[in-house]
């Protein structure tokens, strides 16, 4: 090694001259004048998954290049293999349902529907996003008989699950086929993941073995109450039952007299389940008032007589009796109530340049059968047990108001804030809103968390003005919001005025996207001839993240939309 001994002589260690020669002849090269070795069709490392990279040396210096597929079954992301020099994997699930009565007992049932958010879905494909004509592959899925399914080769990254269900609209006409414009229609409902392994499992507080009813058309309850308080024009009866899945409305014809303390009247039950009393379902009926406060500027609803049955049960095809005497509702409950309405109202040119914000504005507390937070609430069942409506959109510290609470100790209870607006004739287009649970509220106002996303766009084109000729399968594109930090967003594509043509035909998509700020429409979605609009909703949630559980909710959970103008294939 290099050093200086005490007679100041310099000596020289060659192993270590020899060493540093090696260095310099990797970094320069052995010839003469310096340079840089290039070993041409020397392995190197590929940029892209599954493929094999080699040194060129054709521009002077080593440059890794694209050398074929590498062989197939060499690993590659997370528990891929290649094949046919893409990174590929086997995407599995089962399908199950997690029923939750009022025992409080759970059972995991493999089913081979799904209910979520209103829907009930139904398994069709895995939709991969790719550069072919079509935008994307579909990989069907083919369930066992444990509403499982294996689908192999499905390339690495992100896809969505594509799910169908039906539902009722009313078309943009008097009438179809000299019936009322009511048409069924099917719905695409995506939802996006990356894994190779999604949790396919809903929550629901029925009970595993509910009926519903196959003869509905002559299916029929008798009421027969007492203990009313006087009756009003505005007043509702409600009937409700957490395990029978129930929230029913009653729509007496002729209704209720003014004044009157006790009612008898039969009615068609509109909803499909069937509680049973056999089975442990308890429902609760309840007289819903409405009054105004605040001198005119708002309206309240909330249950002021209930009763509690135990012996209520609906029989399939049959009248049946529910006989009840009905007691006050203990008023125990209170919400602050202070509405910063035209922080929601300056946002209507950002929901759609045409929006007006509606009537329909307000505050509600839902109750809920055992949980309101992520993963573990149901997503079908709730009842409205207060709600305020605001005539305007005027800032009012409403002060605190109280509401009653009348049902079992397990329903937990949420505060919801939606402001709408009309964009359409039809109305109720898009809305602002929050959903928090009321043990986690705290003092202050109520604003806006989220505002709409910005600048929508259809084609690459202006979203908010109308447009003709847009194609099958338009791309639609925006910008995240000004306020807030969306953890999703959700876009939905219907017509705008649905033709009494559609019945029984694919109408329309709804799509849940992470981390991106666009969505091209899968084919066999839009129609020629048929002009459809865009909703497109920002939502922001703790626990709302790629590959959480798809069929999961909870709250808080805050949420803004945009509406698009008309456009047309």
């Not at 590929?46 to 690993?75: K, L, Q, Y």
């Not at 259809?458 to 594109?477: H, W």
Request: proline residues 8%.
């Amino acid at each position: 090694m290099l050093g200086q001994e005490g007679d100041d002589t310099l000596h020289i260690d060659c192993r270590v001259l020899g060493a540093l020669f090696v260095l310099v002849e990797a970094a320069c090269g052995s010839g003469g004048g310096g340079g840089t070795t290039c070993n041409q069709g020397e392995s190197c490392t590929a940029p892209t998954a599954c493929r094999n990279g080699a040194i060129s040396c054709s521009s002077g210096a080593p440059v890794c290049v694209d050398s074929g597929n590498a062989p197939d079954g060499t690993a590659c992301g997370s528990g891929g293999s290649c094949a046919a020099g893409a990174c590929k994997r086997a995407v599995s699930g089962t399908f199950q349902t997690l029923f939750w009565p009022d025992n409080g007992t759970t059972t995991t049932v493999a089913t081979s529907r799904i209910r979520f958010t209103g829907d009930e879905l139904t398994p069709v494909s895995l939709l991969v996003p790719d550069a072919s004509a079509a935008g994307y592959t579909a990989f069907p899925l083919a369930l066992d008989a444990s509403q499982s399914f294996r689908v192999a080769a499905v390339p690495v990254g992100s896809y969505f699950l594509e799910m169908e269900t039906t539902r009722q609209l009313f078309a943009g006409a008097t009438s179809c086929n000299g019936a009322a414009p009511l048409i069924d229609v099917k719905i695409a409902r995506l939802f996006d993941a990356t894994t190779s392994t999604p949790d396919l499992s809903a929550v629901t507080a029925a009970r595993p073995d509910l009926a519903t009813a196959t003869a509905p058309d002559t299916t029929q309850v008798t009421y027969a109450l007492s203990g009313l308080q006087p009756f009003a024009s505005s007043d509702r009866m409600l009937i409700v039952s957490s395990q029978a899945r129930t929230t029913e409305f009653t729509f007496f014809q002729p209704p209720p007299v003014t004044g009157a303390t006790d009612f008898t009247g039969t009615e068609p039950w509109f909803t499909s389940t069937l509680p049973d009393a056999a089975k442990g379902d308890v429902a609760f009926v309840f007289q819903r008032s409405t009054s105004s406060i605040a001198n005119g500027a708002a309206s309240i609803r909330r249950p002021v007589r209930f009763a509690r049955l135990t012996n209520f049960t609906v029989a399939d095809g049959a009248t049946s009796t529910a006989t009840a005497s009905l007691t006050a509702v203990p008023q125990t409950a209170s919400l602050g109530v202070d509405l910063r309405g035209t922080q929601f109202a300056a946002m209507a040119a950002e929901v759609n340049p045409s929006a007006r914000l509606s009537s329909q504005i307000g505050v509600a507390v839902f109750a809920i059968p055992h949980s309101v937070t992520y993963p573990d609430m149901p997503t079908t069942e709730g009842v409205a047990i207060f709600s305020l409506l605001q005539t305007s959109a005027a800032d009012t510290d409403f002060g605190t108001l109280t509401y009653g609470r009348f049902l079992d100790s397990f329903w937990q209870e949420t505060r919801s804030t939606q402001y709408f607006f009309d964009v359409t004739p039809n109305g109720l287009d898009a809305a602002i809103g929050s959903t928090v649970p009321v043990s986690a509220l705290t003092p202050g106002p109520i604003v806006p968390i989220l505002s709409p996303p910005k600048s929508p766009r259809v084609s690459g084109n202006d979203g908010f003005a109308a447009q003709t000729g847009v194609g099958l399968q338009p791309t639609i594109s925006w910008s995240p919001p000004a306020l807030g930090k969306p953890t999703s967003y959700q876009i939905r594509v219907f017509p705008d005025s649905p033709p009494c043509a559609l019945d029984g035909q694919m109408a329309g998509v709804e799509a849940v996207v992470h981390g991106a700020t666009s969505f091209k429409v899968p084919p066999g979605v839009l129609k020629s001839g048929i002009a459809y609009r865009a909703t497109i909703t920002a939502q922001q949630a703790p626990w709302d993240a790629m590959d959480a559980a798809l069929f999961r909710s909870g709250e808080p959970f805050h949420f803004a939309e945009c509406v698009t103008a008309t456009f047309t294939p």
